[in-house]
Nanobody, 115 residues
Framework: VQLVESGGGLVQPGGSLRLSCAASGFTFSSYRMTWYRQAPGKERELVAGMFSVGGSTNYADSVKGRFTISRDNAKSTVYLQMNSLKPEDTAVYYC?????????WGQGTQVTVSS
């Protein structure tokens, strides 16, 4: 099982980034996919999630209206489009796949929002 995040980097406030998480080794389409983030000195927090069936989504209040989660089951990839980025969005962003007792994590990708 692998989850490989990409797309992080340094961006100015107000800018955009698109994170990708490529999955392999499990039936991607059956899993709920979620993006989490962890800032220095803080606990890991949920950013956005997407169910496998129906495609319903949920977002942290702090990112609603700015971030969009999407998935391409044919490519076994989940995305996080991040717009209007703020310095407080700076964190390591992690991809998570969950189905019943199966719970997989990626290695994370750093997002830094700074001028």
């Amino acid at each position: 099982v692998q989850l490989v995040e990409s797309g992080g980097g340094l961006v100015q406030p107000g800018g955009s980034l698109r994170l990708s998480c490529a999955a392999s080794g499990f039936t991607f389409s059956s899993y709920r996919m979620t993006w989490y983030r962890q800032a220095p000195g803080k606990e890991r927090e949920l950013v956005a999630g997407m169910f496998s069936v129906g495609g319903s989504t949920n977002y942290a209040d702090s990112v609603k209206g700015r971030f969009t989660i999407s998935r391409d089951n044919a490519k076994s990839t989940v995305y996080l489009q991040m717009n209007s980025l703020k310095p407080e969005d700076t964190a390591v962003y992690y991809c998570n796949a969950r189905l019943f007792k199966n719970n997989y994590w990626g290695q994370g990708t750093q997002v830094t929002v700074s001028s």
